[in-house]
């Protein structure tokens, strides 16, 4: 098992790929929509776009936010129990109060490569992922706009030609297995929380997860935790656990732990509003 097969893929599609014009057009202002709405998006309008110069900064039209939003990243071994965690924080705040931002979205734009290859890629490696991307979406959130936040389809491993209105709030939450890997989105967050949860439970539900909602088999997910997830979380996503702030055991069924972060969080977040 070598890391090179992997990035080298990551590099021949971003060489040929338009990302920046993707990463133009998705900060938006549009305030007059829901969080979470699924919008339709075409390469085609990506590159009309680039070319149009709605790549400049004042494209990025600001809402009315009165102070800097209150940044958590939330980190942890794949299937460790950070999407509980986040789903909690937005039960507790509220949606009104919490927008919450996926690493997942924001896996590399690959459509240049063929399935066959796309299936090789390693997705837990750091150059999986579209670090500048994220970055200009987490800043532009923090300045008050909107922006329009990636679909990943897992079966096809790829982005879809969809993308998720998200909008500017009071805290923003970031999860994802390597959130703490990139200084530059990790240097962004007020609180930094690593979830750390047994190998054998996080296998587990891996495979209950991709089977049931990923269209995957059993024999897929093993050869896939053997190759590259356990390999990666062993080489970059444990040792992350050093910048965390906050370290919850067990992950979402660590109640007593979740239940005073929570609180803590909503005191520190919301205190004066």
């Given at each position: 098992m070598t890391w090179s097969r992997g990035s080298s893929l990551f590099h021949q599609a971003r060489s040929k790929s338009s990302i920046a014009?993707?990463?133009?057009?998705?900060?938006?202002?549009?305030?007059?929509?829901?969080?979470?709405?699924?919008?339709?998006?075409?390469?085609?309008?990506?590159e009309k776009s680039f070319d149009e110069g709605r790549h400049n900064q004042s494209a990025i039209t600001s809402t009315d936010v009165s102070r800097r939003p209150f940044l958590i990243g939330v980190a942890g071994g794949s299937s460790s129990g950070k999407t509980t965690i986040s789903e909690r924080l937005v039960e507790i705040m509220g949606a009104e109060h919490l927008a919450r931002v996926e690493l997942?979205?924001?896996?590399?734009d690959?459509?240049?490569?063929p399935l066959e290859e796309r299936?090789?890629?390693?997705?837990?490696?750091?150059?999986?992922?579209?670090?500048?991307?994220?970055?200009?979406?987490?800043?532009?959130?923090?300045?008050?706009a909107s922006v329009q936040i990636p679909v990943y389809?897992?079966?096809?491993?790829?982005?879809s030609d969809e993308t998720r209105l998200v909008e500017p709030a009071r805290v923003i939450v970031v999860d994802g297995i390597l959130v703490f890997w990139d200084q530059a989105l990790r240097d962004r967050f007020d609180l930094k929380i690593f979830v750390d949860t047994g190998a054998d439970i996080r296998l587990i539900r891996r495979l209950r997860?991709?089977?049931?909602?990923?269209?995957?088999?059993?024999?897929?997910?093993?050869?896939?935790?053997l190759t590259t997830v356990k390999p990666a979380h062993e080489r970059f996503i444990e040792p992350s656990k050093v910048h965390a702030d906050v370290i919850i055991p067990a992950g979402?069924?660590?109640?007593?732990a979740l239940e005073v972060l929570l609180a803590r969080v909503r005191e520190i977040a919301l205190d004066d509003e």
């Open positions: 014009a993707y990463r133009s057009l998705s900060i938006t202002a549009q305030t007059g929509r829901s969080e979470g709405q699924i919008t339709s998006t075409k390469a085609s309008s990506f997942d979205s924001y896996y590399a690959l459509g240049d490569l299936r090789l890629v390693n997705y837990d490696h750091p150059d999986a992922f579209d670090w500048p991307l994220l970055n200009d979406h987490i800043a532009a959130l923090a300045n008050g389809d897992y079966v096809e491993h790829n982005r997860r991709d089977v049931a909602e990923r269209g995957r088999t059993v024999e897929s997910v093993i050869e896939q935790y979402g069924l660590n109640r007593p």
